[in-house]
C-alpha cells in the first residue's frame, strides 16, 4: 500500500469554478502535511503547508482530518494559471523524510 | 541568488555504464536529497544527506549511490545503469532538519538504453 495515494485526476474545470480534491495517508504517526505544486516537466514548488485547523492562502484552502487520515485542497476562482499536478506530501516527524503522492492533475480552461 | 542547479539536463547512455548526476547548490543548506519521478509514482526518494560526510538510504537507493564532500554539492552516481532507471531525477535541499520546504532543482531526464 502506497504511503500517500491521490486521485490522479484530470480535473477538468472553467475559469471561476471551484475545485476540490483529497489525498489519503497510511502512517497515523505523520505529523507535518503539505500541497506541492509541479508544472508539467519542472521541479516542485511548495504551495502550502496543512494545519491541523485548516488553512487559507488566497483562493487556496487545506484541510486536515486526522481521523480520517486525509488531507484536502481547495481552489476557489480557478484560474488559468492554476493549471498543474497538485502533489500531497506527508511528513513524519522522526526522520524528517518527505512521502510524496503521485499528484493530482488539474486543467483550466477558458 | 541563491539556487540549486542540476547537470546534466538531459542524458542519453547505455546499460552497463557508469553515469553520474550533479547537484549543486548555493544555499548553505544542510540537507540535500535525491529522487526520481516516474508515471503512476510519486517522487520517490533514492539517497539523502543532513551534512557533509553524511549520507543515508532512501526507499528506492539500489544502484545507486552518493557522496557528500562539502555543503554545496551531492553528486548522484548510478554505477551499472539499468534500463529501469531511465527516469527524471530531481535533487532538492532544506536548511535543517526541522525546517520543511525542500527546494528542488530544475530535474535530469535520464535514458538509459
Not at chain 2, 33 to 44: C, E, I, K, P
Not at chain 2, 80 to 89: N, P
Request: overall charge neutral; proline content about 3%; hydrophobic content about 30%.
Amino acid at each position: 500500500r502506497k504511503e500517500v495515494e491521490q486521485d490522479p485526476g484530470p480535473f477538468n474545470v472553467p475559469e471561476g469554478a471551484t475545485v476540490a480534491f483529497n489525498c489519503t495517508y497510511s502512517n497515523s504517526a505523520s505529523q507535518s502535511f503539505f500541497w506541492y505544486r509541479q508544472d508539467c516537466r519542472k521541479e516542485p514548488k511548495l504551495l502550502m503547508s496543512v494545519y491541523s485547523s485548516g488553512n487559507e492562502d488566497g483562493r487556496f484552502t487545506a484541510q486536515l482530518n486526522r481521523a480520517s487520515q486525509y488531507i484536502s485542497l481547495l481552489i476557489r476562482d480557478s484560474k488559468l494559471s492554476d493549471s498543474a499536478t497538485y502533489l500531497c506530501v506527508v511528513m513524519l516527524r522522526e526522520d524528517y523524510k518527505l512521502s510524496f503522492g503521485a499528484g493530482t492533475t488539474v486543467t483550466v480552461r477558458a | 541568488d541563491a539556487e540549486i542547479t542540476q547537470s546534466p539536463r538531459h542524458k542519453i547512455t547505455e546499460t552497463g555504464r557508469q553515469v553520474t548526476l550533479a547537484c549543486h547548490q548555493t544555499w548553505n543548506h544542510n540537507n540535500m536529497f535525491w529522487y526520481r519521478q516516474d508515471l503512476g509514482h510519486g517522487l520517490r526518494l533514492i539517497h539523502y544527506s543532513y551534512g557533509v560526510q553524511d549520507t543515508n538510504k532512501g526507499e528506492v537507493s539500489d544502484g545507486y549511490s552518493v557522496s557528500r564532500s562539502n555543503t554545496e554539492d551531492l553528486p548522484l552516481t548510478l554505477e551499472s545503469a539499468a534500463s529501469s532507471q531511465t527516469s527524471v531525477y530531481f535533487c532538492a535541499s532544506s536548511f535543517d532538519k526541522s525546517y520543511n520546504e525542500q527546494f528542488f532543482g530544475p530535474g535530469t531526464r535520464l535514458t538509459v538504453l
